[in-house]
């Protein structure tokens, strides 16, 4: 999911971390989405994952149920327990009843200790290359 101002959900494959990296360290983060996937505001369709330091998971939890989150591990679905990051650390998904400011939630999240990183890509994408069945054509161009 993309809005308008370039925010970007991207949660399902939980490589978010190595994915901000490479964005923080580009001169441009181009993502390549079919038109569905564009809205003028996130619809938070997915949760939000968090990649979380296994020692911190307790007080990461509770610091995110206390901003009015419902956090879960991701079930593994080819072995007993939770999804483990690449790095060793928990995968959580993370959903908010009501998310009225992107950037506000995305720095409060970013400022919990042991959270190492969230699927919000917030100031990171320069640009867009939307497809759709007749065209393609591209947003951004900082």
């Known amino acids: 999911e993309v809005d308008h101002h370039l925010n970007a959900l991207k949660s399902g494959g939980a490589i978010h971390t190595r994915e901000k990296l490479i964005a923080s360290m580009s001169d441009h983060y181009i993502l390549l989405i079919d038109e569905s996937k564009y809205f003028i505001t996130l619809p938070f369709s997915h949760d939000i994952t968090c990649e979380v330091l296994k020692d911190a998971y307790s007080y990461v939890s509770r610091r995110?149920?206390?901003?009015g989150g419902k956090l879960v591990l991701r079930p593994n679905k080819s072995k007993?327990?939770?999804?483990?990051?690449d790095d060793g650390h928990f995968i959580v998904d993370v959903h908010f009843d009501t998310i009225e400011d992107v950037k506000e939630l995305n720095n409060k999240l970013n400022s919990i200790e042991g959270l190492i990183a969230t699927s919000l890509f917030v100031g990171l994408v320069t640009d867009l290359i939307i497809s759709n069945s007749e065209e393609t054509y591209r947003i951004g161009g900082k």
């Open 80 to 85: 007993a327990g939770p999804v483990i990051s």
């Open 64 to 67: 995110i149920k206390e901003m």
